[in-house]
């Protein structure tokens, strides 16, 4: 497809536990960024990539989560020790991140994240 | 910091009616560009308007539309005629800095009644 693709699109997982989730952004897209909604916080930024770089992870809330992005393309976003209050739906976004006014970011269905 | 704020969490229209939903919004920057974005309830997010700041013009989408007050830092979206397919989440944003970062409201639940 041509759109951006998030897997899985629903994950329940245990209090504790490590859990990964991927995003697959359109294709030639050099700029990527995770987003999160959640019901106490609304909708948050996450982290933004360049390429395989992260010039801005300011929104990442704790040590205990991280992101890479390998060949300029997927993206994973990985949580460790997962707490409640990590529950919520994990959006991810990308864009041509050409040297234009603004680049329209074009968002995958995301994935919900229930910690048990 | 940029804020964006949405002060009605829930509203509803009757289907060919209009509605107006608010948002405000603080930033220190020059130039900027104000976004509204629609989230049905299969979580997609879709782009519904932007608006650049330098231009005066209020933009227009087919049924949607803009009211932007700069200097009140406001920036309203109106939906004309609206459908039942209309009903969503909608989420006002601005674009911060050059990262391209959107920073969020808190979104206005619409219900479209028949």
């Known amino acids: 497809g041509a759109g951006v693709s998030q897997s899985p699109s629903n994950k329940v997982t245990e209090k504790g536990k490590d859990v990964e989730l991927r995003c697959d952004p359109i294709?030639?897209?050099?700029?990527l960024y995770w987003y999160r909604q959640s019901l106490g916080q609304g909708l948050e930024f996450l982290i933004y990539?360049?390429?395989?770089?992260?010039?801005?992870k300011s929104g990442l809330p704790s040590d205990r989560f991280s992101a890479e992005r390998t060949g300029g393309s997927v993206s994973t976003l990985t949580i460790q020790r997962t707490q409640q209050e990590d529950s919520a739906v994990y959006l991810c976004?990308?864009?041509?991140?050409?040297?234009?006014?603004?680049?329209?970011?074009?968002f995958g269905p995301g994935t919900r994240l229930t910690v048990l | 910091a940029q804020t964006v704020t949405q002060s009605q969490p829930e509203m509803s229209v009757q289907e060919a009616e209009t509605v107006t939903l608010s948002c405000t919004y603080d930033?220190?920057?020059?130039?900027?560009?104000l976004f509204w974005y629609k989230q049905p309830p299969s979580r997609q997010m879709i782009l519904v308007i932007r608006q650049e700041a330098y231009k005066q013009q209020n933009a227009t989408e087919n049924r949607f539309s803009v009211n932007f007050q700069k200097a009140a830092k406001s920036f309203s979206l109106k939906i004309s005629d609206s459908q039942l397919g209309d009903t969503a989440m909608y989420f006002c944003a601005s674009l911060s800095g050059n990262t391209g970062k959107l920073i969020f409201g808190q979104g206005t639940t619409l219900q479209v009644k028949p």
């Open positions: 294709s030639g897209h050099t700029a």
């Open positions: 990539f360049q390429g395989n770089s992260a010039p801005d």
């Open positions: 976004a990308s864009s041509s991140g050409l040297a234009v006014p603004y680049n329209e970011q074009f």
């Open positions: 930033t220190s920057e020059s130039n900027y560009y």
